[in-house]
T-cell receptor, first 114, second 115 residues
Framework: KQEVTQIPAALSVPEGENLVLNCSFT??????LQWFRQDPGKGLTSLLL?????REQTSGRLNASLDKSSGRSTLYIAASQPGDSATYLC?????????????FGQGTILTVHP | DGGITQSPKYLFRKEGQNVTLSCEQN?????MYWYRQDPGQGLRLIYY???????QKGDIAEGYSVSREKKESFPLTVTSAQKNPTAFYLC??????????????FGPGTRLLVL
């Protein structure tokens, strides 16, 4: 059974700092890994999707890496801003069924203070 | 604008009552999903539908029911059999169920509270 763990559970940093969020998964047979952002009381917004054959993806100040063999991914946020404050969720898609199940981590709550 | 809408934003359920959460999408997506989110936990899959008139149980389907009579709509009913329904419910859709490359798009969610 695939399990996804995110560390830390919460993170508070001053504005301008570079930071790293971690995601680990137990079954390396994944199709892809996604990072989502969730604002309080809202739905999820996809930030980055890394296919299993890729090592990293970049979008603006965000960079996500994937090491499938070790079961790890990191989300790097450069020059953090108060607007980055949100919960960040990692999810992996595995096979085994026609659905290709999406398994989520519990999230990292990020607070960027001015 | 294309997207997913969920209503209501807040829903209150009395003991023994069934309630229905609405999910509508105008993205022309074939696949739709319902997730439950509890505080400090990741999302857990309740039901999913690959195509109209078809749906499958997810990991925590007990106490829930769905229908998929139209491509655009995938309502979720929380029945009285669900003993701990208080949670945040998220609907999602995807272009094609078997497309492993495509991301899921999420609605804004419905928060269900028990009176």
């Amino acid at each position: 059974k695939q399990e996804v763990t995110q560390i830390p559970a919460a993170l508070s940093v001053p504005e301008g700092e570079n930071l790293v969020l971690n995601c680990s998964f137990t079954d390396s047979a994944i199709y892809n890994l996604q990072w989502f952002r969730q604002d309080p009381g809202k739905g999820l917004t996809s930030l980055l999707l890394i296919q299993s054959s890729q090592r990293e993806q970049t979008s603006g100040r965000l960079n996500a890496s994937l090491d499938k063999s070790s079961g790890r991914s990191t989300l790097y946020i450069a020059a953090s801003q108060p607007g980055d404050s949100a919960t960040y969720l990692c999810a992996v898609r595995t096979g085994g069924t026609s659905y290709g199940k999406l398994t989520f981590g519990q999230g990292t709550i990020l607070t960027v203070h001015p | 604008d294309g997207g997913i809408t969920q209503s209501p934003k807040y829903l209150f359920r009395k003991e023994g009552q069934n309630v229905t959460l609405s999910c509508e999408q105008n993205l022309n997506h074939d696949a739709m999903y319902w997730y439950r989110q509890d505080p400090g936990q990741g999302l857990r899959l309740i039901y999913y539908s690959q195509i109209v008139n078809d749906f499958q149980k997810g990991d925590i389907a007990e106490g829930y029911s769905v229908s998929r009579e139209k491509k655009e709509s995938f309502p979720l009913t929380v029945t009285s059999a669900q003993k701990n329904p208080t949670a945040f419910y998220l609907c999602a859709s995807r272009t094609a169920h078997l497309d492993m490359q495509e991301t899921q798009y999420f609605g804004p969610g419905t928060r269900l509270l028990v009176l």
